[in-house]
């Protein structure tokens, strides 16, 4: 099995960046898709972005896309969202989690959760 630790987040000004990390310990990372959810304050978890085995291929919701730029260093065990011209209403918890199917966005999909990283983007 696979523990997942995200880090990276942070407060920002609108339009700022950041780049969160999520780090892979016990099985070999490798063998999962990774995706990327979050949840703001009083709202559902949502779908940020998943990333396939290779980091070959991608699928990135709607509300991010060419923003946010997901890719893996299997050698490093580790996924990283690059997040660009933050909003405020990117404000939330940001959790990376394991799936055998990166193209779903639904989280039942993924059974193994980080602890969460918050990212606070003022106007």
């Known amino acids: 099995q696979v523990q997942l630790v995200e880090s990276g987040g942070g407060s920002v000004q609108a339009g700022g960046s950041l780049r969160l990390s999520c780090a892979a310990s016990?099985?070999?990372?490798?063998?999962?898709?990774a995706g990327w959810f979050r949840q703001a304050p009083g709202k559902e978890r949502e779908f940020v972005a998943a990333?396939?085995?290779?980091?070959?291929?991608?699928n990135t919701a709607n509300s991010v896309k060419g923003r946010f730029t997901l890719s893996r260093d299997n050698a490093k065990n580790t996924v990283y969202l690059q997040m660009n011209s933050l909003k405020p209403e990117d404000t939330a918890v940001y959790y990376c989690?394991?799936?055998?199917?990166?193209?779903?966005?639904?989280?039942?999909?993924?059974?193994?959760w980080g602890q969460g990283t918050q990212v606070t983007v003022s106007s």
């Open positions: 990333i396939s085995r290779s980091g070959g291929n991608t």
């Open positions: 016990g099985r070999t990372f490798s063998t999962y898709c």
């Open positions: 989690a394991a799936s055998s199917d990166y193209t779903t966005p639904l989280s039942i999909a993924y059974h193994t």
